[in-house]
């Protein structure tokens, strides 16, 4: 499955905005099951900051280990955001 971060908003700034959608994401998006994987799609976002990303995407990789992949980004904020956070046993963006 794919999800699509400019769902949550073209600029994704604060942690309790982060910690929100990823709750909303996990109520009605992400998969029941543990085998289905999940890319991670940051077309449409134009700010993307390290605290909205570590409350949405950290629990992300804990709870699909390994079932993530971040999908390349050409967005500066993207890059810079995925370099500051350390994410559990992230794979290359």
């Not at 099951?33 to 077309?43: A, L, P, R, Y």
């Not at 993530?68 to 904020?77: E, M, Q, R």
């Amino acid at each position: 499955m794919k999800i699509e971060l400019k769902k949550f908003g073209t600029v994704l700034t604060s942690r309790p905005a982060g910690k929100e959608a990823y709750l909303v994401a996990k109520a009605y998006s992400l998969p029941k099951e543990q085998g289905e994987t999940i890319e991670v799609d940051f077309s449409g976002v134009d700010v993307f900051a390290p605290s909205w990303a570590d409350e949405f995407l950290t629990p992300l990789f804990l709870e699909y280990p390994g079932k993530v992949t971040l999908l390349p980004s050409d967005n500066a904020s993207v890059k810079a955001t995925l370099e500051v956070i350390s994410l559990p046993a992230s794979p290359a963006a």
